[in-house]
DNA sequence: TATCCGTGGCT
DNA sequence: TAGCCAAGGAT
């Protein structure tokens, strides 16, 4: 049997039970592919659960808020494929009369899908043959062929996607690209990948160099850069005061406290710059609290949070552009998980 | 093209 | 344990 004969044959008797395996619906294909977006089965799962039970048809989810949408979302990361969800659904209600596009193109071109969403789409919803080029698919090509072409470089991606296009069975697309997605997953995992018991380990050039460890090849490595938060929850008996995440940054569109940001740890109160709450100064009576240093780590970012608590009579007085709320209701707006982990002394 | 964008599990 | 990496995409 050949590649894809052998692969196909695999996933038959190994393939895991999951709730969008069982449907060709191509909005709740799409939506677990967002979902599945960088993102491990295991942690994405429940997500699409509560996503399929709020919002069971394109049109319910691009009637919804854009708050209630993330609010959802809440802790699963990479927040950006949340508000293009959201706006895909509002733009295939809108120019597509909320069918969803059943051409590669146009589903190419709607925001927040790729290459590798686009084709993972057409073949599951309309078994089309576009083949799937995602992390699971380079490690299995790279080991099974020896490649050590760089999988993040130009060439890598062209030689990958043309040797992926060669082998998928173009008589049965959907279900190959699944096999061979679900066999890196399971089979040909990136740490202590199976090769004692694989159908492949006659086959597989890179067992046979001993090249399995350092197959895939990556060449560029991202830099963790430090930055050092200061969060000020302000409140008074009933309230405090929460912002919602405007600029390009990390966590856009999610809440957090009023923040000042330093170039470096602040172990006094009296050091932040209170430039927008001057105010606070002429107050006599305010008791100030200081939290532990919260380290919250991103892909790119190592966040050093301290939350400094700020007791006061009457929260108005400091407000600006924050918006004032009743203590217990941030539990209603979509928030990060630092901020998370923080109101529930995490 | 290189960088940005989360979170959690694993070794 | 510090780093790697997971069903990537946008800019």
């Not at 004692?196 to 895939?216: G, M, T, V, W």
């Not at 302000?234 to 990390?250: G, M, P, V, Y």
């Not at 991103?298 to 924050?322: G, M, P, R, Y």
Request: aromatic fraction near 12%.
């Amino acid at each position: 049997m050949d590649f894809s004969s052998l692969l196909i044959k695999w996933y038959k008797e190994n393939k895991r039970d999951l709730p969008w395996r069982n449907t060709t619906d191509p909005y709740k294909i799409w939506l677990s592919e967002i979902i599945l977006q960088q993102t491990r089965v295991d942690q994405g799962l429940n997500y699409y659960l509560k996503f399929i039970e709020n919002f069971p048809t394109i049109i319910d989810l691009a009637n919804s808020k854009e708050e209630k949408v993330l609010k959802l979302w809440q802790g699963l990361g990479y927040y950006s494929r949340a508000r293009n969800l959201h706006f895909t659904a509002k733009y295939i209600q809108k120019n597509y009369n909320g069918t969803f596009p059943v051409n590669y193109k146009e589903i190419l071109a709607l925001k927040g899908v790729g290459e590798y969403t686009a084709a993972a789409i057409s073949s599951f919803s309309f078994n089309m043959s576009y083949p799937v080029v995602d992390g699971n698919v380079y490690r299995v090509l790279a080991r099974f062929f020896d490649i050590n072409t760089p999988i993040d470089s130009t060439l890598g991606k062209k030689e990958f996607k043309a040797l992926a296009e060669e082998l998928i069975d173009k008589k049965n697309p959907a279900e190959y690209n699944q096999a061979i997605m679900e066999f890196g997953a399971l089979q040909c995992k990136p740490k202590q990948p199976n090769c004692e018991n694989c159908i492949f380990n006659s086959k597989c050039l890179a067992l046979k160099n001993d090249n399995i460890s350092i197959l895939p090849i990556k060449e560029k490595k991202t830099k963790v850069k430090n930055r050092f938060f200061n969060y000020l929850v302000f409140s008074d008996k009933k309230h405090t005061l929460i912002k919602n995440r405007t600029e390009k940054d990390i966590w856009q569109g999610l809440f957090d406290f009023p923040l000042i940001e330093t170039v470096k740890p602040i172990h006094q109160f009296e050091k932040l710059n209170l430039e927008q709450y001057k105010i606070l100064n002429t107050l006599t009576d305010k008791s100030i609290q200081k939290s532990i240093e919260y380290i919250h780590i991103l892909s790119h970012q190592k966040i050093h949070a301290t939350f400094w608590s700020i007791q006061i009579d009457d929260i108005s007085c400091v407000q600006n552009d924050e918006l004032k709320i009743i203590k217990e209701e941030i539990v209603k707006y979509p928030v990060p998980k630092l901020i998370e982990n923080f109101i529930f002394k995490k």
